[in-house]
């Protein structure tokens, strides 16, 4: 029998005619979505009364990519993570100096050998079709994530555990075949609600990879490919309604176009690009209605080599191209100073990063000797190097979209020419690039970019097993020493040990040169200064984005 959640009396909503921003006319893109509400008045309250929250307006984001999987535990994008973000929980999260807390979870327990996680759940939870979340549901996610027909990007996070036992609908535990350091964190998986995904054969080609339900703060209301999405505050959240009605994505693939939205409130926020943020936003129109914010990113850029390549796949190919590269010529030139350089996977300056690591400081003479040793030679003197008549050719690929990687990737090719390297740049719409190329490793050099987690765990992007169809490690990567060492530090809880054990495993991927690491870019967003609330903090600005608001005098669209 199903146990249906009652709805709050007085919460229907009614077609009330276009939404108009301002002056401008209708819409279109909020237009078509906002058929079903009308906007409602603050309510009186009576003195010492809470006020009632009450979801008002709509912010729009942009980005250059769509999302390609909005179910979380398959999306391994930025877009669909962001998306999949705004839609479901998991038992914990991060907070905005980047401590693991409770999530859906209330508390939890670990036993004194690591083995066994339990967590208390709160019972305060509905997915968005009412129905109430159970220890059912964490369960049966888990084992899907588990499941091998799942084909799951991020399984090595999980592959520890031996079991999930369901207690009661309120408690459940994890068993462990063997303890796991960052456990605690990596629980925090979006959890798909078991009543709808049970009967699902195909994931990823379900209606659900398209039409997510979740537990958090916005449900999902549309999705138009290559256009926007749209998403609609959850009124019964069970920590508070968002304050603000709708999160709309725009999917802009220029940069430059993005910029000009924002100028004239076409969107609300966006990335900007160094450029962007130290000249294109100087304007007293610009700074009167947008707010600029710096800090360094948990990100880095770099040059990934297919190590399946017959050219790529010598390592001191890669070492002379990584140390032909002028990396403060490129961050001077392309980032504007806007970025720091770094030589590994972690975050410069924690305790897990190796300053003493194979760093591949510009020394082009070093880069030329490393190419002789490989055998290739300029032997017919064109400028460019072969090997048994083959010449030093390599074709960059990049996304489309990025400015920054375009221009990168233009700096790299002019570096490596010195070299006697020819190459040709191949920049692709995001959904071919990561679907004909980088999951089918259809490509030679690629310029992209990873998010560095707040674990040092590194088993997803470099552990040889990860370098499977769908996995992260599409470089194809494989060191035994590596794999060994990320294998102790998911076991290892002492602090000391951890740090000597990732700065070790930072040094052997230095050496190995299978990415160029560039540089950690300076995040750069910008937000429409009718925005409120926004509050920086070491996680960024957008861990509290339920507390946003926009004050009724600066509101642009009414439901």
Same mark, same amino acid.
């Given at each position: 029998m199903r146990t249906v959640r009652k709805k709050t009396p007085g919460k229907k909503f009614r077609f009330s005619g276009s939404v108009r921003y301002k002056n401008r006319g209708p819409l279109p893109i909020?237009?078509? %979505?906002? @058929?079903?509400?009308?906007?409602?008045?603050?309510?009186?309250? &009576?003195?010492?009364?809470?006020? +009632?929250?009450?979801?008002?307006?709509?912010?729009?984001?942009?980005?250059?990519g769509d999302a390609r999987v909005l179910i979380p535990f398959l999306a391994d994008d930025v877009t669909s993570s962001s998306i999949c973000n705004l839609v479901y929980n998991g038992l914990t999260k991060v907070d905005k100096d980047l401590n693991v807390v409770p999530d859906l979870a209330e508390s939890w327990e670990i036993s004194e050998d690591g083995l066994e996680i339990v967590f208390r759940l709160r019972k305060d939870v509905y997915w968005h079709d009412g129905e109430p979340f159970t220890a059912d549901d964490v369960k049966f996610t888990y084992d899907l994530i588990l499941d091998p027909v799942t084909a799951c990007p991020y399984v090595s996070s999980y592959s520890q555990i031996k079991t999930v036992e369901v207690v009661d609908q309120s408690t459940v535990r994890f068993v462990y075949s063997e303890p796991y350091a960052p456990a605690?964190?990596? @629980?925090?998986?979006?959890?798909?609600?078991?009543?709808? $995904?049970?009967?699902? +054969?195909? @994931?990823?080609?379900?209606?659900?990879?398209?039409?997510?339900?979740?537990?958090?703060?916005?449900? $999902?209301?549309?999705w138009k490919t290559g256009e926007y999405m749209v998403l609609e505050a959850n009124e019964d959240y069970f920590l508070h309604t968002p304050r603000i009605k709708r999160y709309v994505y725009r999917i802009i693939p220029d940069q430059s176009v993005q910029f000009l939205e924002l100028v004239t409130g076409g969107i609300d926020s966006m990335e900007l690009n160094p450029y962007q943020f130290l000249y294109r936003s100087e304007t007293p129109e610009f700074r009167e209605r947008v707010k600029k914010y710096r800090y360094l990113s948990r990100s880095y850029t770099f040059v990934g080599y297919n190590l399946n390549d017959p050219i790529l796949g010598d390592k001191?190919?890669?070492? &002379?191209?990584?140390?032909?590269?002028?990396?403060?010529?490129?961050?001077?030139? %392309?980032?504007?100073?806007?970025?720091?350089?770094?030589?590994?996977p972690f975050i410069k300056g924690s305790a897990y990063y190796n300053p003493l690591a194979r760093a591949y400081d510009h020394d082009i003479l070093k880069a030329a000797m490393l190419l002789r040793e490989a055998g290739w030679a300029d032997v017919d003197g064109s400028g460019v190097l072969s090997k048994d008549g083959r010449p030093l050719h390599i074709v960059i690929a990049t996304n489309q979209g990025s400015q920054v990687r375009e221009d990168v990737a233009t700096v790299i090719q002019s570096h490596w020419a010195k070299l006697g390297v020819s190459s040709e740049i191949q920049v692709i719409a995001w959904s071919a690039f990561l679907n004909q190329f980088i999951d089918k490793r259809n490509f030679q050099a690629v310029i992209l970019g990873w998010t560095i987690p707040t674990d040092?765990?590194?088993f997803a992007v470099w552990h040889s097993s990860s370098a499977v169809t769908g996995?992260?490690? $599409? %470089?194809? $990567?494989?060191?035994e020493e590596v794999d060994a060492l990320i294998e102790r530090g998911r076991r290892e809880f002492c602090p000391e040990e951890r740090k000597e054990i990732y700065q070790k495993a930072h040094a052997l991927i230095a050496e190995e040169a299978p990415y160029t690491f560039l540089f950690s870019p300076y995040s750069l967003p910008a937000v429409s200064r009718r925005v409120k609330g926004i509050v920086p903090a070491p996680a960024g600005i957008g861990y509290n984005l339920i507390e946003w608001y926009v004050p009724e005098e600066e509101i642009r669209y009414r439901f």
């Amino acid at each position: 029998m199903r146990t249906v959640r009652k709805k709050t009396p007085g919460k229907k909503f009614r077609f009330s005619g276009s939404v108009r921003y301002k002056n401008r006319g209708p819409l279109p893109i909020l237009r078509v %979505v906002a @058929l079903s509400f009308v906007f409602l008045s603050h309510p009186a309250v &009576a003195v010492g009364e809470e006020p +009632e929250i009450i979801p008002r307006d709509a912010y729009v984001s942009a980005g250059i990519g769509d999302a390609r999987v909005l179910i979380p535990f398959l999306a391994d994008d930025v877009t669909s993570s962001s998306i999949c973000n705004l839609v479901y929980n998991g038992l914990t999260k991060v907070d905005k100096d980047l401590n693991v807390v409770p999530d859906l979870a209330e508390s939890w327990e670990i036993s004194e050998d690591g083995l066994e996680i339990v967590f208390r759940l709160r019972k305060d939870v509905y997915w968005h079709d009412g129905e109430p979340f159970t220890a059912d549901d964490v369960k049966f996610t888990y084992d899907l994530i588990l499941d091998p027909v799942t084909a799951c990007p991020y399984v090595s996070s999980y592959s520890q555990i031996k079991t999930v036992e369901v207690v009661d609908q309120s408690t459940v535990r994890f068993v462990y075949s063997e303890p796991y350091a960052p456990a605690i964190l990596k @629980l925090g998986m979006g959890i798909v609600p078991k009543h709808l $995904f049970r009967d699902v +054969e195909d @994931l990823r080609r379900s209606v659900y990879a398209r039409k997510p339900v979740g537990t958090g703060p916005y449900k $999902f209301v549309e999705w138009k490919t290559g256009e926007y999405m749209v998403l609609e505050a959850n009124e019964d959240y069970f920590l508070h309604t968002p304050r603000i009605k709708r999160y709309v994505y725009r999917i802009i693939p220029d940069q430059s176009v993005q910029f000009l939205e924002l100028v004239t409130g076409g969107i609300d926020s966006m990335e900007l690009n160094p450029y962007q943020f130290l000249y294109r936003s100087e304007t007293p129109e610009f700074r009167e209605r947008v707010k600029k914010y710096r800090y360094l990113s948990r990100s880095y850029t770099f040059v990934g080599y297919n190590l399946n390549d017959p050219i790529l796949g010598d390592k001191r190919v890669r070492q &002379a191209l990584s140390y032909a590269i002028n990396e403060k010529d490129l961050i001077d030139s %392309v980032m504007l100073g806007q970025a720091e350089p770094i030589s590994g996977p972690f975050i410069k300056g924690s305790a897990y990063y190796n300053p003493l690591a194979r760093a591949y400081d510009h020394d082009i003479l070093k880069a030329a000797m490393l190419l002789r040793e490989a055998g290739w030679a300029d032997v017919d003197g064109s400028g460019v190097l072969s090997k048994d008549g083959r010449p030093l050719h390599i074709v960059i690929a990049t996304n489309q979209g990025s400015q920054v990687r375009e221009d990168v990737a233009t700096v790299i090719q002019s570096h490596w020419a010195k070299l006697g390297v020819s190459s040709e740049i191949q920049v692709i719409a995001w959904s071919a690039f990561l679907n004909q190329f980088i999951d089918k490793r259809n490509f030679q050099a690629v310029i992209l970019g990873w998010t560095i987690p707040t674990d040092p765990d590194i088993f997803a992007v470099w552990h040889s097993s990860s370098a499977v169809t769908g996995g992260l490690n $599409f %470089v194809s $990567f494989s060191n035994e020493e590596v794999d060994a060492l990320i294998e102790r530090g998911r076991r290892e809880f002492c602090p000391e040990e951890r740090k000597e054990i990732y700065q070790k495993a930072h040094a052997l991927i230095a050496e190995e040169a299978p990415y160029t690491f560039l540089f950690s870019p300076y995040s750069l967003p910008a937000v429409s200064r009718r925005v409120k609330g926004i509050v920086p903090a070491p996680a960024g600005i957008g861990y509290n984005l339920i507390e946003w608001y926009v004050p009724e005098e600066e509101i642009r669209y009414r439901f």
